[in-house]
């Protein structure tokens, strides 16, 4: 507890003192950012991980890749910098029973970070895997978990040929205690420390920083950028502010146009006063990523604030977001909230899309999964998994609104992360309930 509270002291002191220059929360250099992401492994690995695999009776994990042949697992036990494997690079977790720490072994030729340590000579025992052999069968494990799943892509990393390799080193004894490692796999990818925790809303803060920023009058002219400008745009910061991205960040439009017209508009859009504009938008930092959909409105000339219809388009989305949440229930499945969120939407005459997926490691993490944009009856496998405490979401989602003045439906598309603990869930750093505005030089002048 000492030292997460050292920790949560460190970032508020390196905030305070961004404040003073910068509007944006402090960004850790190169150096600093790999530090922070080994103490954060190492802490997870300590302290996450054997709850982990004692809750789903799994006593020996391993993790194998090959270097540019990724597990998406191994990435997140690789030290910050190692930016792949390399060669074979076999990872051993075992719990070792009775309250003991976790054995944290590597076959490899070194260490592999601070916490695995080398377990294999190549001048002693030139093959590779019969050294993984000989560490499984000398701890002779109940269960021998490797990341194989039908159903879960995050958690199916090991390669046809290395899953091969492995039954044929084993002994016949041994070969069938080999299982899928999915749902540790899936816990270890889901669950979020408190360390993470104690970062993840300045992560989240510097996202929504940097939409503002890209929604306002310092990036779009109306009459002359386009979407694709603002998309640009964003790309360029995410490298300036030393940040990374998940993925392509998109800009649309809605506007008082019949969309007959609209599509025949050339691509890209050049934005117009009275647009309400929708971004798509995430960056990963400290190995942690963010997913965000947020909307702005252009300002007219002699308009100081959006129109009434567009707020309460937005009012009827954030609704949307508090039916979703209000459904979370430790151990209720992604397709019970789904049906039960859609079924309350709809009473209230709302018209929902519910696209609702985990975060943390990965974009579209592993875990709980509440609809897709296709699947709004419920997604097997994926949507049967239940929820788990200390776990984060995007809630994505839209409601489509008729909006009267216009003469057509729009679709208000939100999307913020939020995390689910003993307390109930919370958005990390908030959801968007206002729009924002971006000013032309007659409204600025006006106020």
């Given amino acids: 507890m000492l030292n997460l509270m050292k920790f949560k002291l460190l970032f508020l002191l390196l905030l305070l003192v961004q404040i003073s220059f910068a509007q944006y929360p402090v960004i850790l250099s190169q150096r600093e950012q790999a530090r ?74 070194y260490d592999v970070g601070k916490v695995f340590k080398r377990a ?22 109940k269960k021998i978990a490797v990341n194989k799943s039908v159903h879960v892509g995050l958690a199916d990393g090991i390669t046809a040929n290395d899953y091969e390799q492995l039954l044929k080193s084993l002994k016949k004894n041994f070969q069938g205690k080999v299982v ?29 920083n940097i939409i ?13 950028t386009t979407t694709d400008d603002v998309v640009w745009w964003y790309r360029e910061k995410i490298k300036e502010l030393k940040l990374d991205t998940w993925f392509q960040p998109s800009v649309s439009i809605s506007r008082n146009e019949s969309d007959a017209i609209f599509t025949k508009r050339p691509t890209p859009v050049v934005i117009q006063p009275g647009d309400l504009l929708h971004v798509d938008f995430g960056i990963t930092y400290l190995r942690l990523n963010t997913d965000t ?40 499945s992604g397709n019970e909230v789904l049906a039960a969120a859609r079924a309350q939407a709809i009473h209230e005459s709302i018209v929902p899309s519910i696209y609702t997926h985990p975060i943390g490691f990965h974009g579209h993490a592993a875990g709980t999964t509440i609809g897709m944009w296709d699947m709004q ?24 609104v008729k909006i009267t003045e ?27 309930k206002e729009l924002l505005l971006v000013q032309t030089p007659s409204s600025i002048n006006r106020q």
């Fill in 293 to 332: 959909q947020q909307h702005a409105y252009v300002l007219k000339p002699g308009e100081t604030d959006a129109p009434d219809y567009l707020k309460k388009a937005l009012a009827i989305g954030n609704r949307l977001q508090d039916i979703l949440t209000g459904q979370f229930a430790l151990g209720k």
């Fill in 406 to 432: 216009w003469n057509k439906e729009i679709q208000i598309k939100l999307e913020e992360d939020g995390y689910f603990d003993e307390s109930g869930f919370r958005y990390i750093d908030g959801r968007q």
């Fill in 36 to 109: 922070v992401i080994d103490e954060l492994l190492e802490d997870r690995l300590r302290n996450v991980l054997p709850g982990l695999m004692r809750n789903t009776g799994i006593d020996m994990w391993v993790v194998i890749s090959r270097e540019y042949n990724e597990d998406p697992i191994i990435e997140t036990l690789l030290p910050a910098t190692w930016f792949a494997a390399r060669r074979t690079t076999m990872l051993v977790m075992f719990d070792r029973g009775n309250g003991a720490e976790l054995e944290y072994l590597a076959v490899a030729r």
């Fill in 377 to 400: 009856q419920g997604v097997p496998h994926n949507g049967d998994y239940t929820l788990h405490y200390k776990t984060a979401y995007s809630i994505e989602l839209n409601a489509t």
């Fill in 120 to 141: 294999w000579d190549p001048d002693a025992q030139p093959d590779q895997w019969l050294q993984l052999a000989k560490i499984i069968e000398e701890r002779n494990p």
């Fill in 212 to 224: 503002q920023e890209g929604f306002s009058e310092k990036v779009i002219h109306p009459g002359i």
């Fill in 180 to 208: 899928s490692a999915e749902p540790l796999s899936v816990a270890w990818l889901e669950t979020r420390s408190e360390k993470e925790m104690a970062i993840y809303p300045q992560i989240c803060r510097i996202a929504h």
